[in-house]
């Protein structure tokens, strides 16, 4: 599994590490171990008293580089950092910009496997130690688990937020946090972008859904502060996001500007308390959202540039202090009323120490140069947020230990006992809503012939997938003869119709759904194979409201999500391996009088 072409395969030498340490080591010698209490700011102000005012500004961005080495990335990658970047490879960067940290993503060819993943760390960390006053990089991740996760398999892969609000167990939150901190730190990366801490009371939100722990305030609270805690634990910075709070909106703030129409009453009872949880339980970092709130602030600036949000109220009335970092400065949200240059100089003025990610990083990078050249920012205002990050640096321990070993990688990722947690979390997830006739647990003797229809959305988190083939395989597997037909989001007639006339030669059907609709194909496909007489399971494998749509469909079961181990568990659950534990996060309301809850919080049927 050891990619041996990386640039950087092994962990550097304990000679090299303490040559590129040593001015950084040595200015921290009393900082005490990661656990200390309160690292030393006058040590770490007596490091930014050292810097330029270049390496300053470095400090506050957190860059894409694509490749899977530091050194030696493919020239595929060299290209295209090349254009995006003006740099050929992370240590290139490093050495330009001065970045204070480095996200990682599967689709710039970062996360190929544990391995080379550390490599990559070691990689960078070597890259920017070894420059003239050299600090360590903070590399952090979207690791949210469920539909939003950046390193795949074989790491350890849990069931998403909602899932785990349908567990509702606050053990479980902090277990998932343990083991996936555990293995992110082993391969190097100190600071996750996870958990979600928006209430997603909106069934129609394009882009948070089953990212959300679910729609009841309280209820994400204590599972926000138990991923925080468990994350933590394990020496990985937790961050809590989107804030002020995404969970109420019909766009997508990658492609739009949504606005928050929640009065300021409404959003005390209703978004701000997962975050108050969040920073009780010490949360290490907190990312912004690019929506506006008229009602925390009239400007019609998104929250990421609005001082009234993120000083007023996140700094002096909830009483933060750790790191705010924005959401990616590369979507539309924060880029549709100022420009790429005004960006990262108005989101320092509003309060943010970490700007994530710019479209143009050289914009960006000499728009803050310039701004406190010319007086509209101090230099003083940048040393208060490089203090911040600094102060996260020590406390992870990257002062002290930057490197990781591949023995560690070893040792944590994608264990034995890992994976056994995660398939236990799931089982307790899974949702049954409909079970007419008592038709699940489905009997082997009775239905031995399965058929596994229905939706196969691109695998997520990369997990193996496709999901029908995922469900019909763990259902083999169970004692079933199961076979899977991809008929697609929008089945078409011809689709619909090879389904039909194969289910027919099937004792029972299983079928995948996907964000069904009052139009969708979908809805024709299912209700042309419960026609057939034979009995239908829909498993509702991202939104549970499909259920909404689906009135003449015997057995329903709720997924939340269609990763592997949330596929295997409904499988389980089907098979009656396992009884369904699951209870609805969120209310799921009549397709056809949406002010009517047919399902409420906290509803579940079992067996």
Do not use: C
Request: glycine share 8%; proline share 7%.
């Amino acid at each position: 599994m050891h990619d041996t072409g990386t640039g950087n395969t092994a962990q550097p030498s304990r000679r090299t590490v303490l040559a590129a340490t040593a001015g950084v080591t040595a200015a921290l010698a009393a900082a005490g171990p990661a656990h200390a209490a309160a690292p030393d700011d006058s040590r770490l102000r007596a490091l930014i008293s050292r810097m330029t005012l270049q390496e300053k500004v470095g400090q506050l961005f957190v860059m894409r580089v694509y490749g899977h080495s530091a050194t030696a990335p493919d020239q595929a990658d060299i290209d295209a950092n090349l254009k995006e970047i003006g740099v050929r490879t992370a240590a290139e960067l490093v050495a330009k910009y001065r970045v204070g940290g480095i996200i990682y993503f599967a689709w710039a060819h970062n996360t190929r496997e544990p391995h080379q993943i550390a490599d990559l760390s070691n990689g960078i960390q070597k890259a920017s130690l070894e420059l003239p006053r050299g600090l360590p990089v903070l590399i952090s991740t979207d690791q949210e688990h469920g539909i939003v996760a950046r390193v795949g398999r074989p790491a350890t892969l849990f069931p998403g937020a909602m899932a785990v609000g349908a567990g509702g167990s606050r053990s479980d939150a902090r277990t998932l946090g343990r083991i996936a901190g555990r293995e992110l730190r082993a391969m190097g990366i100190r600071q996750d972008y996870s958990p979600v801490a928006d209430v997603n009371v909106n069934p129609a939100n394009p882009v948070i859904g089953v990212r959300s722990f679910g729609a009841d305030p309280r209820a994400v609270s204590a599972l926000v502060a138990a991923e925080v805690a468990g994350y933590q634990g394990s020496g990985v910075a937790a961050t809590a996001k989107h804030f002020p709070g995404h969970g109420d909106t019909n766009v997508d703030s990658h492609t739009g500007f949504p606005t928050i129409t929640h009065s300021r009453e409404l959003w005390e009872k209703l978004d701000a308390p997962p975050f108050r949880a969040a920073i009780a339980a010490g949360i290490d970092s907190i990312m912004t959202a690019h929506l506006m709130v008229p009602a925390l602030d009239g400007s019609g600036d998104p929250a990421t540039l609005s001082r009234p949000i993120l000083t007023g109220i996140l700094r002096e009335r909830l009483g933060y202090d750790g790191v705010v970092v924005t959401d990616s400065l590369g979507m539309a949200g924060v880029r549709s009323k100022y420009g790429d240059a005004r960006v990262p100089v108005l989101a320092l003025k509003a309060g943010v120490d970490q700007l994530l990610n710019p479209p143009d990083l050289d914009l960006a990078w000499n728009a803050v140069l310039t701004a406190v050249r010319e007086g509209e920012l101090t230099e003083a205002r940048l040393d208060e947020s490089i203090l911040r990050v600094l102060r996260l640096k020590s406390k992870l321990g990257l002062f002290r230990s930057p490197y990781v070993s591949q023995s560690g990688v070893d040792r944590a990722v994608g264990t034995r006992a890992h994976l056994a947690a995660a398939d236990r979390i799931a089982e307790r997830t899974t949702t049954l809503l409909v079970n007419e006739r008592r038709l699940l647990p489905l009997s082997r003797r009775r239905y031995p012939k399965v058929l596994v229809v229905g939706a196969d959305p691109a695998s997520p988190s990369g997990t193996t997938g496709p999901p029908t083939g995922v469900l019909a395989g763990a259902l083999t597997e169970l004692g079933f003869t199961a076979t899977a037909l991809s008929t697609g989001t929008a089945p078409s007639a011809a689709a619909i119709a090879k389904a039909v006339a194969a289910a027919r030669d099937a004792d029972a059907v299983v079928a995948a759904t996907y964000n069904v609709t009052a139009n969708s194909s979908q809805k024709a496909l299912v209700e042309q194979l419960v026609a057939t007489g034979r009995p239908v399971v829909a498993v509702a494998i991202r939104n549970p409201y499909d259920v909404a749509q689906l009135p003449s469909v015997p057995a329903v079961l709720a997924a939340y999500s269609w990763t592997d181990v949330e596929l295997r568990a409904a499988a389980r659950v089907i098979a009656g391996r396992v009884k369904p534990r699951g209870k609805l996060p969120v209310p799921v309301q009549r397709a056809d009088d949406p002010e009517q809850v047919l399902y409420p919080i906290g509803y579940g049927l079992s067996y």
